[in-house]
């Protein structure tokens, strides 16, 4: 919701078009297929109608060591499985390419992004979007996992590579501000975010 609500911010700021080919914005985008490479739009890549199947990569970038551009670059050696734009296939890589996007257009990561347009203006302090944030917050909830009937605490993966597609953590009370400024169509204590 963040990575897509920043997206539309920016197009409505004219930094992007929705239906312009990400190549536009990141020249190193690429595809195995030329014609993708050409014709995949930002609105693509948000839709999760790119050719992958559901969640086709997804656990080859989990926790991987690949910067987000390297993930990117990466998606040409990807085979989709599907026809462009044929079936809807959820994949990580969408919004992590969009996260890229953001840093193209606005010269900002996608975690400033978010720290400077949403969660400082609306007091989210306990929201972050790295590893570090998480784990030094102090009552951020613990992973566990069962093995053989046991619960083990186990560490969290870092995923400050996949950015925006999955490595924000929050809690209820600041997630709530973000609901709030949402139903109030961009409002928030009165103030438009």
């Known amino acids: 919701a963040f990575t897509g609500t920043s997206i539309a911010l920016l197009d409505y700021?004219?930094?992007?078009?929705?239906d312009e080919p990400v190549?536009?914005?990141?020249?190193y985008f690429k595809m195995q297929d030329d014609y993708l490479t050409q014709h995949i739009t930002v609105r693509d890549i948000l839709?999760?109608?790119i050719g992958y199947e559901t969640f086709q990569t997804d656990l080859l970038n989990w926790a991987s060591t690949k910067t987000r551009k390297e993930l990117v670059e990466n998606m040409a050696n990807v085979t989709p499985r599907y026809g462009f734009r044929e079936k809807y296939g959820y994949t990580n890589m969408g919004f992590v390419t969009a996260g890229e996007v953001i840093l193209a257009v606005s010269d900002t990561t996608w975690d400033d992004y978010l720290k400077y347009h949403y969660?400082?203006?609306l007091g989210m302090t306990r929201t972050g979007t790295t590893f570090d944030n998480f784990i030094k917050s102090p009552n951020a909830?613990?992973?566990?996992?069962?093995?053989?009937?046991?619960?083990?605490?186990?560490?969290?993966?870092?995923?400050?590579n996949i950015g925006a597609a999955g490595s924000m953590t929050s809690?209820?009370?600041d997630l709530s501000k973000w609901v709030i400024m949402?139903?109030?169509k961009g409002k928030f204590n009165g103030k438009e975010i």
């Open 47 to 49: 839709s999760h109608r």
């Open 23 to 27: 190549k536009k914005y990141l020249p």
């Open 119 to 121: 969660f400082q203006p």
């Open 13 to 18: 700021y004219g930094k992007l078009k929705l």
């Open 171 to 173: 809690n209820v009370n």
């Open 141 to 160: 909830s613990k992973a566990y996992t069962l093995l053989n009937g046991n619960l083990f605490e186990i560490t969290p993966s870092k995923v400050d």
């Open 182 to 184: 949402q139903l109030a």
